[in-house]
């Protein structure tokens, strides 16, 4: 750890010990190997894609997704079709990104391009004021994150009562 030398250690103040952070020993001019580094790191990668691989294998496996309950996700489908003024956040977050990703079983780039097709239409109907590719990105991450489900259209209305009512009266 590095620390600002005569800089106060506050940790140091509350427990009564000397908090001025001294000079122990001067840098001797060599850089530190970044190899210690770089197996934790690589470890990390690894633990994340079985992490990954497992969700994807629990999702393609899992019953509930199957084509035959797609039918109450119809509205879904009229939605990607269907630009909207407003409440295109709340709609990529609860609703087309864990559509396409658990029940379509789109992969990330997949749905990140059929997410932006689709904002860029709303974007036609009046400009979008957040940056596309950060806000689907990290949808993504948190539906593959957190196994997020798609919202029924039923649960909308108490979610989000007004994107509710929009999408009631334009499907």
Same mark, same amino acid.
């Given at each position: ?17 000397? #908090? ?7 840098? /001797? *001019?060599? =850089? ?6 770089? /197996? ?6 690894? &633990? $994340?894609k079985?992490? $990954? $691989? ?7 496996s ?20 269907? #630009?909207?003024?407003?409440? =295109? ?8 990104? #864990?559509?396409?990703i658990? %029940?379509?079983?789109? *992969?990330?780039?997949?749905?990140? $391009?059929? %997410?932006?097709?689709?904002? &860029? ?9 957040? =940056? ?13 994150r &957190? ?13 989000? #009562?007004k994107?509710? &009512?929009?999408?009631? /009266?334009k499907?």
């Amino acid at each position: 750890m590095l620390r600002i030398p005569f800089t106060l250690n506050s940790k140091c103040l509350e427990s009564g010990i000397d #908090p001025e952070v001294k000079i122990i020993r001067k840098w /001797n *001019g060599k =850089r530190a190997s970044i190899k210690y580094l770089i /197996n934790n790191f690589y470890a990390h990668l690894k &633990n $994340e894609k079985l992490k $990954e $691989e497992e969700w994807k294998n629990s999702v393609h496996s899992n019953s509930s997704y199957t084509n035959s309950n797609n039918a109450c996700y119809k509205w879904i489908e009229l939605l990607l079709q269907t #630009p909207l003024e407003d409440f =295109r956040k709340n709609a990529v977050s609860l609703i087309l990104v #864990p559509y396409l990703i658990t %029940v379509k079983k789109f *992969g990330i780039e997949q749905t990140l $391009e059929q %997410v932006k097709l689709w904002l &860029n239409k709303c974007d036609n109907l009046r400009k979008l004021d957040f =940056r596309i590719d950060y806000k689907v990105k990290s949808d993504i991450n948190y539906v593959i994150r &957190n196994k997020r489900k798609p919202l029924k259209f039923a649960n909308l209305k108490t979610r989000s #009562p007004k994107l509710y &009512n929009l999408l009631k /009266n334009k499907l």
